[in-house]
């Protein structure tokens, strides 16, 4: 995917997809740097799995909280267990690492979710079916 603005290029993005269609890993190119992942997934259920219309949305991302947003960010069919996120600026460099862990249900989807955001702290969610 490119982006123009009055025919010039502004930025550019790829992203690539797991059989599952889990993003596996992107990156995007932008003036002056560039940001770029990779995610690693188990083989439950992700909590949105199955639900009619959800993929149709696009990405879903949530801003509920961190653990929210790395949860909801990468897959919609399995859930992400870890992820390395890389910005390039100006020649500066800064890496993220995410590791994820899960409580699952009887059925594979998962109810608590605990994000280590290295260096910066953990997260639990608690996630109840209906």
Known sequence: MVYTYDGIEE?????NFDDNHNMISGINN???????????????NHAFKNITGINNLGVFSSSISGVGFYYGYYGLNNNPTNIVEQDDYDG????????????????NYPRNIITEDVGFGTETMVIEYY
């Not at 930025?11 to 992203?15: F, H």
């Not at 932008?30 to 439950?44: C, L, M, P, V």
């Open 30 to 44: 932008y003036d002056g740097g560039s940001y770029s992942f990779n995610a690693e997934y188990d083989n439950k």
């Open 11 to 15: 930025e550019s993005a790829t992203i």
């Open 92 to 107: 500066e460099q800064d890496i993220y690492t995410i590791n994820i862990t899960y409580d699952y249900n009887d059925d």
